[in-house]
């Protein structure tokens, strides 16, 4: 008997508003931020929340605050989900959540789940990247990369001395600068890409684009007055001109980036609700979006961010659909005017086995505000990995395409995470 797949379809999705290091959300537990964005979800489409059948959250510092399976802590600390619901954590590093929405739409595609929810948090205030490689090191517990790995990779680690970087190590900060150096980037680009970003921002901000997809939180603080409430980007820059970034020091010998071509330090949580179509029924549920397809790819663990590249062409192959078809994305030969059109992490954050989820989530609330059909995400990870995510927008929107829809296929457009920008470098300090 042939089996038929069913489809999955995204319910609704929201985020925290991003906190800077030591900022608005320092204070929170890692658990309590994660649950705050799975009760939004239950209490925004009135859902009874025994009927969530797998929390499935990426995270990447998973020690401290954030292990012993912190998607099950979410549960535990959430108001609306009963201690009956499991949960799964997921660590893909950079593209942790991305991985965990492909989780759960591969359960509900087989029939195995017919409602999950998807998504990731990082407190990078509590537990700053490789805290738990750190953590591991000086407890004499060894390191991940083996001698197997490192003689593998010796000759091509040497390029890293270009720009006073180890060799001995794999490093995101090297792979991007070899990334720009192979593409002929300049830092003058990386100084506009950077200003655009902060830009873009900024005017999504005071246009009030991100306003259907954050949950507001009370401020928390780990030290000073927590006082208000946080429910905007905290990182943005509104006055960042290409003159003052051009000031800035470079971070490497012989390199391009700057602390402001960097993605920033970031807390937040976001998460996704998926189902298929016995779930929608079932709970009385509308789709948003409908996952077209997926992708997961591995490539050169040195150069690291060229993967979301082969990534979203697997996802547009099997979509049977092209680069050309896009209404926004960010992708090398795109148009740059519909690549990250609110701003990238430049300006936003990112929060690490958060940012799949997060970037998923105002990927399809911005396709709904701007009436268009399709979206791609693509993160690329360390140790050259990368997924790709093609979503479709329901037809119960009013689309601007003019044109019939034929039953439930139609074409996409594109956010991707790009590293051809350096826009998944992480802010120092």
């Known amino acids: 008997m ?83 619901v499991p949960g799964t954590s997921v660590d893909q590093v950079c593209s942790a959540s991305q991985q965990a929405v492909h989780t759960a739409v591969q359960a509900v595609m087989s029939g195995v789940h017919d409602c999950c929810i998807a998504g990731g948090v990082e407190a990078m205030s509590t537990l700053p990247i490789d805290s738990a490689i750190r953590a591991g090191f000086k407890s004499g517990h060894g390191r991940p990369m083996n001698a197997a790995i490192a003689d593998k990779y010796k000759d091509k680690l040497k390029a890293f001395e270009h720009f006073g970087l180890s060799s001995s190590v794999f490093n995101q900060f090297g792979g991007a600068e070899l990334l720009a150096q192979k593409y002929k980037l300049s830092r003058q680009d990386a100084d506009r890409v950077a200003a655009i970003s902060q830009s873009r921002a900024a005017e999504s901000t005071k246009a009030g684009k991100f306003k ?69 029924q079932k709970l009385k549920l509308k789709p948003l979006a409908r996952i077209v397809s997926t992708a997961l790819v591995a490539t050169d663990p040195v150069m690291i961010f060229e993967g979301p590249i082969s990534a979203s062409q697997r996802a547009l192959e099997k979509a049977k659909l092209k ?6 994305y960010e992708a090398l030969g795109a148009d740059f005017e519909k690549l990250n059109v609110n701003g990238g992490a430049m300006a936003l954050g990112h929060p690490l086995g958060c940012t799949g989820a997060k970037l998923l989530t105002t990927l399809v609330h911005e396709l709904k505000r701007q009436k268009k059909r399709y979206g791609l995400l693509a993160v690329p990870a360390a140790g050259g990995l990368a997924n790709a995510t093609i979503v479709e927008m329901m037809p119960s929107a009013n689309f601007s395409h003019g044109m019939p829809w034929p039953g439930l296929v139609a074409a996409p457009g594109v956010v991707s995470f790009s590293p051809c920008c350096c826009s998944l470098l992480r802010r120092r300090g």
């Open 2 to 84: 042939d089996f038929k797949p069913l489809s999955a379809y995204i319910v609704d999705a929201c985020r925290t508003a991003g906190g800077k290091r030591n900022g608005k959300l320092s204070g929170y537990h890692p658990a309590d931020l994660g649950a705050a964005v799975c009760d939004a979800l239950i209490e925004r489409q009135s859902l009874n929340g025994a009927e969530v059948e797998d929390v499935i959250f990426g995270c990447v510092a998973q020690t401290g605050a954030q292990a012993a399976n912190v998607a099950r802590t979410v549960v535990l600390s959430s108001r609306l989900l009963p201690e009956t």
């Open 212 to 280: 259907d997809e954050i949950v507001p939180l009370p401020v928390k603080r780990k030290e000073g007055a927590s006082e208000g409430v946080h429910s905007e980007d905290e990182g943005i820059r509104p006055n960042v001109t290409l003159e003052r970034l051009g000031k800035m020091k470079a971070l490497f010998r012989n390199g391009v980036l700057t602390a402001a071509s960097s993605s920033q330090i970031c807390d937040g949580a976001a998460a996704v609700l998926i189902c298929n179509e016995r779930g929608l």
């Open 323 to 328: 680069i050309q078809d896009m209404d926004l």
